[in-house]
């Protein structure tokens, strides 16, 4: 069975630095890998996905993340944070039979 | 293109009383995902159809919860009889099985308080 870590329950950072979340994984296949972000009263919106290829990739509002499989990794990553990132943050791994498990997920906090 | 729809929103009712929830994934999506959100953690899945097929429903608590998804479209979440631990936010997402990836777009949830 698959399984996520995201070691930071909260995490704060000021406005225009930037900030790294962390997530690992426990699959013993090629996994497919999300970060999603939660606002407050909302659902999940994907962020970003990494299934094959390039493991360094893109997602909306500048967000992008690595996957390092000798880690098990896939650490998400923005180089100047906006007051509206402010969210809970969840990393996924997804298996290709359709199963996906959720990480705890990080809250970021942003100071003015 | 209008995203997964979910209602009610939110619901307060006392234990023991029956509850439903329902949902209506996006347009062509033919999977559909159940999901509890307890505070603080992250989502965990319920079921998950594919069509009208349940393919994945181990985590359902069977004694008092049950689902359908008629026609391979809607689908409603139910439970009969609450509990105080049934509080939580319950999540409804769809995907387009394409490629297998399993890309998941989430409804706003529906926040379930039992008194």
């Known amino acids: 069975a698959q399984s996520v870590t995201q070691p930071d329950i909260h995490i704060t950072v000021s406005e225009g630095a930037s900030l790294e979340l962390r997530c690992n994984y426990s699959y013993g296949a090629t996994p497919y890998l999300f970060w999603y972000v939660q606002s407050p009263g909302q659902g999940l919106q994907l962020l970003l996905k990494y299934f094959s290829g390039d493991t360094l990739v893109q997602g909306i509002k500048g967000f992008e993340a690595e996957f390092k499989r000798s880690q098990s990794s896939f650490n998400l990553r923005k180089p100047s944070v906006h007051w509206s990132d402010a969210a809970e943050y969840f990393c996924a791994v997804g298996t290709n039979a359709g199963k996906s498990t959720f990480g705890d997920g990080t809250t970021l906090t942003v100071k003015p | 293109e209008a995203g997964v729809v979910q209602s009610p929103r939110y619901k307060i009712i006392e234990k023991k ?19 509890r959100q307890n505070l603080g953690q992250g989502p965990e899945l319920l079921i998950r159809y594919e069509n009208e097929e349940a393919v994945d429903d181990s985590q359902l608590p069977k004694d008092r919860f049950s689902a359908e998804r008629l026609k391979g479209v809607d ?11 049934d509080s939580a936010v319950y999540l409804c997402a769809s995907s387009l099985t394409t490629g297998g990836t399993y890309e998941q777009y989430f409804g706003p949830g529906t926040r379930l308080t039992v008194t």
Do not use: D, M, R
């Open chain 2, 75 to 85: 689908s409603t979440l139910k439970i009969q009889p609450a509990e105080l631990g």
């Open chain 2, 17 to 35: 009383q029956p509850v439903a929830f329902w949902c209506n994934p996006i347009s062509g999506h033919n999977t559909l995902y159940w999901y």
